[in-house]
Nanobody, 130 residues
Framework: EVQLVESGGGLVQAGGSLTLSCAVS????????IGWYREAPGKKREVIAC????????FYREVLKDRFTTSTNSAKNLVFLTVTSLTHDDKAAYFC???????????????????????WGRGTPVTDSA
């Protein structure tokens, strides 16, 4: 059974940093691309970044790349998303998704927010005190 489980969300303060984790199981890690997304209240889910597991290449949505970093610990089937300089606009549910890397579902396709994720976690909330 494929499972993606996010963790690390919580209450944050403006200007702070946060690292989210995505634990992946049930498929061959290296064959896949893992994407990070967020869904703010009243808004549609949007892509943040993705990482190709076979070589660790990372791709970011242009407007977010300065504050978001994705990485992986392939030995533990974990993918991370670090967010710095948090603002109120970062308040959202954060999701990781996974898909088999293919010629049609490329990192560029994913970052273009055209979809492509085959599996999803349930999300982890990031909230602020405002």
């Amino acid at each position: 059974e494929v499972q993606l489980v996010e963790s690390g969300g919580g209450l944050v303060q403006a200007g702070g940093s946060l690292t989210l984790s995505c634990a992946v199981s049930g498929f061959t890690f290296d064959d896949h691309v893992i994407g990070w997304y967020r869904e703010a209240p009243g808004k549609k889910r949007e892509v943040i970044a993705c990482i190709t597991m076979i070589n660790g290449r990372t791709f970011y949505r242009e407007v977010l790349k300065d504050r978001f970093t994705t990485s992986t610990n392939s030995a533990k089937n974990l993918v991370f998303l670090t967010v710095t300089s948090l603002t109120h606009d970062d308040k959202a549910a954060y999701f990781c998704g996974g898909t088999y890397a293919s010629e049609s579902i490329t990192p560029q396709f994913i970052i273009g927010d055209y979809g492509g994720m085959a599996y999803w976690g349930r999300g982890t909330p990031v909230t602020d005190s405002a």
